[in-house]
């Protein structure tokens, strides 16, 4: 299986949590009394397409995150090719 059809099977199982073109991250939120873009983007990992795969990964390296990090849905409604992708493959 090549990874293009990896990630077009993993887009078609996904629940799409009632979200337009979704997409899931790790967000790891620490306090940031700055507008650190270094300290803000490594609040955030991924992107990951489905839940699960996102949660597998937190979970196979949680030591790596803190006790807060949590998997969230995004949408990536604003990006018109991945909206196009989405279409595409009907989710």
């Not at 199982?13 to 009632?18: K, L, S, T």
């Not at 009394?33 to 597998?56: P, V």
């Not at 807060?68 to 995004?74: G, L, Q, T």
């Amino acid at each position: 299986m090549t990874a293009l059809q990896e990630i077009q099977d993993t887009l078609q199982q996904a629940d799409n949590e009632a979200t337009a073109s979704p997409y899931w991250l790790i967000l790891d939120p620490s306090q940031n009394m700055s507008c650190d873009l270094y300290n803000l983007a490594s609040q955030i990992s991924g992107i990951f397409f489905s839940r699960q795969d996102a949660q597998d990964y937190l979970e196979a390296r949680r030591h790596a995150f803190s006790s807060r990090a949590r998997v969230f849905c995004h949408s990536g409604h604003h990006s018109r090719k991945y909206t196009n992708l989405c279409k595409e493959l009907k989710i």
